[in-house]
Each structure stands twice: as C-alpha cells, then as structure tokens.
C-alpha cells in the first residue's frame, strides 16, 4: 500500500499541498521531517498519514503553548 500525507489549515479543512507518495511510514516520516517547516509557513496546521484509505495517525505542526 502506498503512503501520503493529507495536510489541515487551521480549520480543520483540507488544504493543497505536496501530492507525493511513498513506498513505506518510515520514508513518509522522513520526507515531512524534512519539509514540515515549509508546510507550517504555508498555512499547513495540521498532517494526517494515510496509507491506502485508512488513516494511521494526525499530528499537529504548531508549536506547543506551555
């Protein structure tokens, strides 16, 4: 199954972004480690991974508040 990131303005609604798939989580996670700063830059609040259909995890890209 093919992974790929959905990505979450601060709304909640889905928001354009990178349309790139990978072959596996482990290379899905490395490449948003490596992009994720560019995202948030671009209004991206939120990513959800996806493999096939089914949603494995959200993880938010705002900074933490204390």
Partial sequence: ???S???EG???ATVD???DTFGSQADAESWLGQVWR????????TVVLIEGER?????S???ATE
């Fill in 17 to 19: 972004g990178p349309s």
């Fill in 10 to 12: 601060a709304d909640g």
């Fill in 38 to 45: 560019q995202l948030a830059e671009a209004g991206v609040s």
């Fill in 61 to 63: 890209l705002l900074p």
């Fill in 55 to 59: 949603v494995e995890y959200r993880m």
């Fill in 5 to 7: 990131w959905r990505y």
């Fill in 1 to 3: 199954m093919a992974w």
